[in-house]
């Protein structure tokens, strides 16, 4: 019979998503596609990171923020969503509180609204289709700044 030590790492969630204290960071998802939410929510979760909530467009996302304020780590945010673009949700997000840890999440081929959002605050950003290394890599990255 096979035990947990044939399989090495597996069923170990890595503890980037945690804090030095051991307490997950916080994230919240703001994006209209399910599909998206859900993956970044299970690339997340995966390591050890805390769901916060998810929104489905900005000014959903706005408002969640105001909510869990000052419990959340880290925002990713999607660009183009109905009722409040990213763009508008973000620049709310930073007038709300200066030092907002959010990613924007775009699709290929958006850079001039990419650019802008980091010109408004944004700390990074992360392309579509989602790659759990890149999504990892820069969520991880700027939390341990």
């Not at 980037?16 to 960071?25: I, N, R, S, T, V």
């Not at 990213?86 to 907002?100: H, P, R, S, V, Y």
């Not at 700390?123 to 890599?137: A, F, G, Q, S, T």
């Amino acid at each position: 019979m096979k035990v947990k030590s044939d399989f090495p790492g597996m069923g170990e969630a890595s503890a980037e998503g945690l804090k030095p204290d051991g307490a997950p960071y916080r994230v919240l998802i703001v994006d209209d596609s399910i599909f998206v939410a859900k993956q970044l929510s299970q690339i997340l979760t995966s390591v050890g990171f805390e769901v916060a909530a998810t929104a489905e467009d900005g000014e959903a996302g706005l408002e969640k923020y105001k909510e869990l304020f000052p419990n959340v780590d880290v925002v990713t945010m999607d660009i183009t969503m109905p009722k409040m673009d990213g763009i508008t949700a973000l620049e709310k997000i930073i007038e709300f509180d200066k030092n907002a840890n959010v990613i924007m999440v775009s699709a290929l081929g958006k850079n001039d609204l990419v650019k802008k959002a980091l010109l408004t605050g944004a700390k990074n950003y992360i392309i579509k289709p989602l790659d759990r290394k890149k999504v990892l890599e820069r969520i991880v990255a700027l939390l341990n700044k």
